[in-house]
């Protein structure tokens, strides 16, 4: 069974500052993806790394995908309060499973004015 | 264009009862999955289905749980004598193809078991 850990599960950080959020895992994954969810709605994919080593910026987000392809992480710089909400990391098995996508728990993001 | 619908929104019904879970996904995509989303618990995989056939049935917890698609479109999870460990958001997600693409989800039905 492929699990993805992510930390902190928890983080609660005042506007401007910048923060990290990590996803690992002892499996590699063909890609994975970042969601972010609100109360109420479902996930909304945010970016897919597919190659080892890979970096992807997103206006203030940058994502990067282990050179293993084993773990992630994504940074923010200068979070706003809009930044809030719950980010989940979710890995795309291998070969004919690749559709099948392996989500941890989240971290839940509060950035305060 | 209009999204991933699910219905109910939410959901209470007693032990023992029988719920109908619906599932509209974005038209054209041939891939659809439901997830189920509990408190502490990441979004875990119960089926994926490419058309009206399901391949991949292997998250279903146990028989009490199964679902159905028809015409290549609506989806129904059904949930049998419901338990209160049955508690939790489902969330149906659809694709254009099957594959690591993204997977655009619904709002998701919130189910409480009392």
């Known amino acids: 069974t492929q699990l993805l850990e992510q930390s902190p599960q928890f983080l609660s950080i005042q506007e401007g500052e910048n923060l990290t959020v990590y996803c690992n895992s002892s499996s590699v994954f063909s890609s994975l993806q970042w969601y972010r969810q609100e109360p109420g709605e479902g996930p909304v994919l945010l970016v897919t790394v597919v190659t080892g080593g890979e970096v992807k910026k997103l206006k203030r987000l940058t994502f990067q995908f282990g050179d293993a392809r084993k773990d992630s992480s994504l940074h923010i710089t200068a979070a706003q309060p809009g930044d809030t909400g719950l980010y989940l990391c979710?890995?795309?098995?291998?070969?004919?499973?690749?559709?099948?996508?392996?989500f941890g728990k989240g971290t839940l993001l509060t950035v305060n004015p | 264009g209009a999204g991933v619908s699910q219905s109910p929104s939410n959901k209470v019904t007693e032990k023992g009862k029988d719920v109908e879970l619906r599932c509209d996904p974005i038209s054209g995509h041939t891939a659809l999955y439901w997830y189920r989303q509990s408190l502490g618990q990441g979004l875990e995989f119960l089926i994926y289905f490419q058309g009206n056939s399901a391949p991949d049935k292997s998250g279903l917890p146990s028989d009490r749980f199964s679902a159905e698609r028809t015409g290549g479109s609506v989806s129904t999870l059904t949930i049998q004598r419901t338990q209160q460990e049955d508690s939790a958001v489902y969330l149906c997600a659809s694709s254009q193809r099957t594959g690591p693409y993204e997977q655009y989800f619904g709002p998701g039905t919130r189910l409480t078991v009392t």
């Open positions: 979710a890995g795309a098995g291998s070969g004919g499973s690749n559709y099948k996508l392996t």
